[in-house]
């Protein structure tokens, strides 16, 4: 690695003067650059770095790597604060007049400096890598920019399990690369408010896993953002998933009419049937549809005593079935009412049909199991309907993750016959896991047991502070744009290392194409840029497409180190 050559006042003193730090490595992602020297700090508060006189603080943002050069260690840290301070407070109350650049020159770096403060991360060792840090360098140490070699120390290259998701700042031609064996492993989840790119981050994620053949994902695909083709903010047409891995991704569709307005190639047309609702998928609905205890009580009655018919013969409303059930039963007459009313309105789905036979459930776990293809469920013009949403994504995650368990139960000793590591990802997920239902459904049972029956979640969410604690706690990796609501950025940092630190970085990130990513699949929180999403993605991940069982195979014996 580059180091200053200490008989060379050029590297300790760039002719650049002031401010520009590019210049100073002349674009060279490898050339270091000194910024200060360490004054003070702990390992709670980190480190207190004073800059050079050359080193202009316009040119620093928090979210930037600096190295800590120690005697013995090289201490990996993040910038989280940037200060400006005085050896003589007069200069507070009397600023004197820098008019003159004489005066100026004499002023900066000696009475009046910045400084920033750095949290140790990781130390890097040559010889064994990342190392959690448990101590500190001392004073008067010297600190540089982070170089690309640095970087890569701490992440990796690209491999068959890592796949780069971006840069990181002021880096551009460095890149970042995702565990994606780590990633899958635990639940996953994408924040940010609306705006922000999370669509396109989740799309980065999933193109990734599809890849490099890590696993199979079910994307309940709400506003139809990742199947064919997808019209950005600015107009332009972008590859879904299906195009840009064919043999790989099969599009489905709960609303045809749409699919063929919008030119998407699906494969078949998914259909429910009124016979195979349970109550169970209707529980899931209760703060949406306002159903109370009492009509979710009801429905189970009904079901007991209507059979699979139960839904289709609420909906009739025969007088004389419903004073039979008020007359035997224990329920009244209004709740009776109450929720006929409320399911009435699945009549204006078209997707469910009187009778069905579990056909759609059949084909999607052929798809996922058998032909470990990646599955796109389009909502279509019921993507605007939140009910129709998660009646669908609740009733069809029951009966997969049912069929996983048992799947998993039969392959107790036989790995051969495990199914394949499964991704499921659904938008507007705190309505999934919120606090009161949570604990009861299926997302959040999956949520919990993290990779238990090799099925793991894939939120994407604007408001992680409306999702249960418990299950965000379990959430292993989170990629958060910006965030400007103190409870949603308390939620995504509850539980993360050094979250105070964080907190700074993560208000300030810039509207769109920066994120911070967090937890299981990285060795330390960092701040990107994404990828930009173009033809020279598509042609990288076209071309780094492998096969899902060989993938299986190679990374299935591997150990992945842990710090």
Known sequence: MTKPNPDNLDDWFPRDGRGDMLAATNGNPNKVYRLGVVVGGS?????AVKLEPSVSVEDLAVGRYVVVRGTKKRFFCM????SLDSTNQSVQSDPPDISDPFLRDVYTGTVAYSLVTVTPMLIIDDDEGA?????LPGHFTSAYNATADDVNAVFGEESAAHFNVGSPLELEHTNINLNLKRLVER???????SGTGKSFLTRVLLAGTIARGIGVSIIFDMHNDYGWEITTETGYAVKGLKQLFPAKVSILTMDAESSKRRNAKYDFEIKLGYNEIEPEDIAMLKATMNLSDTMIDAAYTLKKLWGDNWVRQLIKGNPDDMNTITKETNVGGGTLAALQRRL???????FLVPENNGESVKQI???LVNQEKSVVLEF?????????????????????????????????GDKSMEPPQLLITIEEAHKFLDPQVARQTTFGIIAREMRKYNVTLLVVDQRPSAIDEEVMSQIGTRVTALLDNERDIAAVLNGVSGASGLREVLARLETKQQAIIMGHAVPMPVVIKPRTYDTDFYKAVMGQA??????KKSLGGGKQRRI
């Open 546 to 551: 492998v096969d899902t069982k060989a993938a």
């Open 344 to 350: 009435e309105r699945f009549e204006r789905w078209h």
């Open 187 to 193: 639940s996953v989840g994408v924040f940010g408010k």
């Open 131 to 135: 190392l959690p840090v448990k101590t």
């Open 79 to 82: 910038i989280n604060d940037i």
């Open 380 to 412: 279509g013009r019921y993507g605007n309907s939140m009910d129709a949403y998660m009646l669908v994504a609740n009733y069809l995650t029951r009966r997969i993750h049912h069929h996983y368990v048992e799947k998993m139960e039969r392959s107790l």
């Open 43 to 47: 390992i709670s508060r980190g480190l």
């Open 365 to 367: 776990i052929d798809l």
